[in-house]
């Protein structure tokens, strides 16, 4: 092994590890971006009746985000 070929070598695996820190910021950010769910208004609620009508509201808003077709085929 000459002293270029151990260069090359050191520097790749710097990149290497540079690419493995990378990565493993990516993933935290990601996992934690994703674990930030707002709070469910179902734990301001007291009453069983606020609690059905807050969960059949916060059911309602995510299906229309995810499925808006959905209002428009069962609505009419």
């Not at 996992?31 to 916060?58: F, H, N, R």
Request: proline fraction near 5%; charge should be negative; charged fraction near 15%.
């Amino acid at each position: 092994m000459t002293p270029t070929n151990s260069l090359s070598l050191q520097l790749a695996v710097l990149y290497w590890h540079f690419v493995d820190v990378v990565w493993v910021g990516i993933y935290a950010i990601i996992y934690v971006w994703g674990s930030l769910q707002p709070v469910a208004l179902v734990e301001l609620c007291k009453d069983p009746v606020c609690i059905m009508d807050t969960t059949l509201q916060e059911t309602a808003r995510e299906l229309f985000q995810t499925e808006p077709t959905f209002f428009e085929t069962y609505i009419r």
